[in-house]
């Protein structure tokens, strides 16, 4: 690896970008009044909501690359750096159990995996490959991963259902999570969790397509074949996920199928582009300056993305837990009681329920700017 400037505006961007959306989407008014692109997908398919997880792995994987790079060339140490990296990951988990467990704290039936809990696995298990393999032996593990997924689910029988049944709660992935975490699953499911263990191994390859990109960027190549790369490494993923979803398994987020990785991973890079060109790479000024204004609300976000992600959710949550009592002697939610204003507006009950997630955000936003103009950076 060469050595790539210190931080790339656009990896900031990006990664704001991500946590800005999945902060909209994770936050409506009223969760059976959405936008179809602000939905997860049913179950096979995909909408924007369902890019947003995977695009943040991704990013995670490109941080990965260039931060490993830049210490692996100062001669850090590298079981040092790999326990150091490991603690990173234990903490993130924490954070997410935590999440999990408020605001009633039941621990009988408490679910252990999460969004941030996925992160933390993924970081553990992709910190060895990074610093150990190089990029045709990551090729080769995301291959037997993605390998190794597709016969479990196809092949493996599930007790008393049989191989290959890719339905809710069916899956040999829901099999293993009801196995081993019993109750501790997601509280809509009770019988699967979508960020379960098994469906971890594709959604680790997604981590280490983006670990590929951010090697592919802090290479000696000219940072216009760099995008050039990105594009056509998208476009190629994409048309790989739309095969995969024909022959072997469909796209699905729940499952993180390998088609589903693919497309997403697609998706990512071309998005990545989009803002890798004209913040860092353009030869113009006058573009680069345009486009710093623009995506300025994104940096900021992505300086503290982890953070303003886990405070969101657990305002999230005290806005549901804290109830205040009404005259006609009813209790009503703090969320509620801040949402009724909203909901007397005459905008119909979607456009309603969108406000109140914009408001929401819009929120979190003026907290990651503070903390932007403090110089506050929260490193977990």
């Known amino acids: 690896m060469s050595t790539q400037p210190a931080r790339l505006v656009s990896l900031d961007a990006f990664r704001g970008f991500t946590i800005a959306a999945m902060v909209l989407v994770n936050n409506p008014g009223d969760w059976g009044h959405l936008y179809g692109p602000l939905e997860h997908a049913k179950w096979n398919g995909w909408t924007f909501t369902d890019c947003i997880f995977p695009f943040f792995l991704f990013v995670g994987g490109v941080a990965m690359a260039l931060s490993l790079g830049r210490l692996a060339a100062a001669g850090a140490d590298k079981p040092r750096l790999l326990a150091k990296l490991a603690k990173r990951a234990l903490l993130i988990f924490l954070i997410g159990f935590l999440l999990n467990f408020m605001p009633y704290f039941h621990l009988d039936r408490v679910r252990i995996p999460g969004v941030l809990q996925r992160i933390a696995l993924c970081t553990l298990l992709a910190a060895p490959i990074v610093v150990y393999c190089g990029w045709r032996m990551q090729l080769v593990v995301i291959a037997a991963l993605l390998s190794l997924y597709s016969v479990l689910m196809l092949y493996v029988p599930v007790p008393g259902i049989g191989a290959g049944v890719l339905e809710p709660g069916q899956d040999f992935g829901a099999w293993v999570d009801r196995t081993l975490l019993g109750k501790h699953l997601w509280v809509q499911s009770k019988t699967w969790d979508p960020e379960g263990l098994v469906s971890t191994l594709p959604a680790l390859c997604g ?174």
Do not use: E
Not at 341 to 363: E, K, Y
């Open 207 to 380: 981590q280490l397509f983006g670990v590929l990109a951010g090697r592919w960027l802090a290479s000696s190549v000219d940072r216009g074949r760099q995008v050039a790369g990105l594009i056509v490494a998208g476009v190629a993923c994409v048309a790989v996920g739309m095969f995969l979803d024909i022959i072997l398994m469909p796209i699905n987020k729940s499952l993180w199928t390998p088609s589903y990785c693919f497309l997403m991973t697609g998706l990512a890079s071309l998005a990545f582009s989009a803002f890798y060109w004209p913040l860092d790479v353009s030869p113009s000024l006058r573009i680069r300056s345009i486009a710093a204004r623009g995506t300025r609300p994104f940096v900021i976000y992505g300086m503290n993305a982890l953070f303003i992600f886990a405070f969101s959710g657990f305002i999230a949550k005290m806005l549901g837990y804290v109830k205040f009592a009404q005259p006609d002697g009813s209790l009503r939610t703090l969320g509620q009681t801040l949402y009724a204003p909203i909901a007397a507006l005459p905008l119909g009950a979607v456009n309603t329920s969108l406000l109140h997630a914009v408001l929401f955000d819009a929120c979190m936003f003026l907290i990651a700017w503070g903390m932007w103009r403090k110089k506050w950076f929260v490193k977990v």
